[in-house]
């Protein structure tokens, strides 16, 4: 349609709403107007996730940051410790981790305060990220030797948060893909287990040891822990198999598993280059819409109790 026609036409003549296109961009503007007409509930107590699966590759920092900073968004005040030494999660939220700062290692190894570590995200205003350097990959070694071993991140954790003039409402600890002892450390330190889980063949595989461990984790070291949150990712609505995948999931954790799954998106993957959040990113995408649906569900259901 043109000037020209004095906008009179039949406005399906050139916009008609039954091509797949005009269905999503319809279904994207549904979404967030549903999203922007929530306002989320703020936790009474800290909530302390732990977002682990000792597979690797299967969204767990891709997981911690966006989720993080959803809930950053919507008000609240959000704390990531990245415990990788990859430092993947430091990267996507923009905070400086080269060899030389002041990390995540030097907490648990050296008894840091944790407030002397923590940076803010230039993320969002109430982001901040306790980042991991390289070093951190001799702390399993390390830990070995120290005292309370198990425990170091949980002390240093439970000190920051009563010293904090502002309460947090949120910590998203980002776990190694391993069951070691930094791993060990975060499982100490949290109330809820998160598992990402990517929607691939194998994805079950390996399930059951880290559920093992965490029984384990739960008897011994720390009563108050629970996998509160499961949440499907990669998932591409074109294989016969994801489907598959999210079918046995959520038979066998029908508690757990949010109803939001989180599609296979290019703008998800290209997020991190730019040191950013798929949230600020680009804050329309689906892949930003699903993990922003995802940070309501939580906040919504709320703590188990
Ligand atoms: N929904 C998605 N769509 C497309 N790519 C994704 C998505 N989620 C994650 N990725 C990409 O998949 C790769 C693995 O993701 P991520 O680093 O979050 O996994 P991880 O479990 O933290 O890995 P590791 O075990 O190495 O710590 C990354 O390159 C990431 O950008
Ligand atoms: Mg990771």
Redesign the pocket.
Known sequence: MTQADGGNADSTTTFDASTPLARELAEITRRRQALASEKLPLPDRTRVFTVA?Q?????????TVNLAAALARAGARVLVIDL?P?G?ASTALGVEHRSETVSVYDVIINDEPMAAVVQKSPEFDDLYCVPATIHLAGAEIELVSLVAREQRLRTALESFLSESPDPFHYVFI?C??SLGLLTINAFVAAQEVLI?IQCEYYALEGLSQLLNNIQLIERHLNPRLSVSTILL??YDSRTNLANQVVQDVRDHFPEQVLDTV?????R??EA?SYGQSVISYDANSP?SLSYLEAAAEIARRGAPQ
């Open positions: 699966n597979k690797g590759g299967v969204g767990k920092t891709t997981t990788d990859q993947n980002d190694p893909p990402p990712t990669m989180i599609p296979r998106s290019v998800i993957s991190p892949g």
